[in-house]
């Protein structure tokens, strides 16, 4: 646009860089995710028009067609069951294996992978759709809804996710950016995020720990605060264990009792989600007070169902106990005591719990840290660490592997390669031989978890390192190098050592996605653009005019004397009419109004040309000039 | 370039946590990939193989047992693999008298009072070994260090062993 092209150089009125595109944090989580951003260390949480940062995990794909996200899709899913999708999370990068881990939580029809690709797929909307997708979906609403509250465009963001995610759960979630057209900046893991929200707040030091109870995972993580540093020195949790737990056991109980009253239910899809839409209200309501009831009507046969707080704090003694078992092998893994520690911080919905509360300040001794909302601190931490990253931050994030890697060896024991809790990024590496002469091949299965047998860990990736020179048996070295870097992704590369025989491998993630899966999903996520892409253009379209008349504002205070009355007129009528369609909602109207302003304004611009040339050449010698002109 | 000098430290077996903990976070903040997320790939890749050893050198250098065991390989001395055969008589004999103690021991407080013994060993072959590395005595420094790396997975079987009593218990 020539109206650009008239700024004295330094002159622009909106500094170029950042302008185009801004980095949010985002909490993308089980129950609820939350977007932020951050500016000048400050971090806030972006609200929809109704002022609710938390979008509700949820996904449908209604009967009327398109894709909705959060309280609408939340509707959908009590209307349509069958084409909606909540707690997703739980199923990111999880194969046909894992489901044991979840079944009867999400009471979906769910398919184990096939072929290539092992992670799960849902029927959801009557088409097979991979938990990628879907938690794309989400990405990309919490991205229009940044863009809508920014009036920017938001293509970079940092976000969270659980510190016990494996690796597979940490490519799907990565993957699911990219299908949302998000430049993942780094994964924060969630504690780590939390703490950088509390203590960059208070200016705290000290080892602080974080208890990070979610709807489908449970996070614990021991930190040392010091100037600016965050070194996480252990962590644990469970990806498995949450407040949805606690929704089931509700659930489950008021289905019990309908039997008990003698009511013959059908428990299908419908069913179990009315029955925990039921369940989670009740189970909110008990952390106000010491006694809820609810009505639950399944195919006309309406049920009331009584639950007391004492009741309620039974049923889920046994989760909590479990959080508090892998908080203690926390500290004896940092070799660390309750006492050592200055304060906890509580994350997460769950930790709204009295029980919750209670038990943990009783561990540690002290009253826990809950001045951040816990359904936002996450995101906000996510946003002060997505600032830093693009715009350069004194603080230091120092966080570990939440679980060892290893390798199968004979007999399917695991070798530990990379041991829990260790810094990142870390590259180690390990030898290997030949078991037999002339051995030319050998098979490499690379396992992530704690265990000693290779079936009781998590399979990450297989692989066949070919290509050995002949040898006698154990003459062979082969090297497996690991590398493990800041977002807690795995590369394993291998070569020969005697003969320096480098073998490239591609690694098959165990429980990944083909290329032809992330083609086909960002093939159809452009198919079920349209929306977005309108939003994004319209965002594209106020950005650039605000841009212009800015320019032609300091244009005009600089050079406005160029102008007859008549002219200036008309530019300031063309300017209103720009200011108020980028007040609406319509991207033609932008531009054509932008159009119309450039041509009312070109006259001026010209003229300040003109005369810009004429000052450069003012006080120039005619000798000069002509050698100018000749140039 | 070795962990000590990486981290500009002296390649000695004692080692202040503090300074070795300033030094580290100094380092990283040089070097730390999050400091190159905008940077082009390839000072990316060299700021996560920085990192990578740097985190390498303070694993080792912080734990005073991985420590002596590195300085010792820096002076020559190779110790056999983790998990390798004992080759030393004496070792193997106070090994097996513990084991059998840990095996015995029915209570907390029985499994607690071996694992204070064996940490008093420890701290008692740690003062040693500082003499030893002023001799040079290899042979020495090796069946010390062997020692010493027993010790330190004894008191982690000892950890297990009491974690189970109580479990058993509740």
Redesign the interface.
Known sequence: MSLLEIHEPGETPMPHAGEASLAVGIDLGTTNSVVAIAREGIPAALHDESGNALVPSVVAYPEAGGVLVGEEARLVMVREPRNAVASIKRLMGRGAADLHAVAGVLPYEIEPGSGQTDMVKLHIGGKARSPVEISAEILKALRVRAEAALDKLVERAVITVPAYFDDAARTATRDAARVAGLEV??LVNEPTAAALAYGLDKGSEGLYAVYDLGGGTFDFSLLRL?KG?F?VLATGGDAALGGDDFDRAIAERMLDERKRDGIADQVDESAVKTTLALARLMKEQLSERDQTSGRLELAGAPSFHALSRTDFEAMIAGPIARTLGIAANVL?DAGMTASDVQGVVLVGGSTRLPLVRAEVAGMIGKPALTDIDPDEVVALGAAL?AE???G?GDT???DVTPLSLGLETMGGIVEKVVPRN???????AQEFTTYQDGQTAMAIHVVQGEREMVTDCRSLARFELSGIPPMTAGAARIRVSF?V??DGLLAVSAEERTTGVAQRIEVKPSYGLSHDDMADMLYDSLDNAEADMAQRLLVEARVEARRNLLALDAALAKDGALLTGEERAAIDQGRVRLEAAIAGDDRDAINAAAEALETLSKPFAERRMDRGIREALAGLSVGELESRVGE | MDHFARLGLPAALELDGAAL?RAY?AA??QW????F??RPADERARA??E???L??A??TLKDPLSRAIYLAALNGVELPGDGKTIDDPDLLMEAMETREALHEAGTAEAVDALAARSREDMVQAFARLGTLFLRHDKPAIRKALLRLRYLDKFAEEA?ARRTNIQRVKA
């Open positions: 900046l780094r010091e540093v070194q004896t660490q830093a990253l693009t350069g230091l994030l120092l260790t810094p990142i990024p870390v590259q180690l590398a870097d800041a | 903990d976070f990283q903040r730390h990939p999050d400091r997320v905008t996560s193989t990192a990578a050893a985190n390498d303070y694993r950890r």
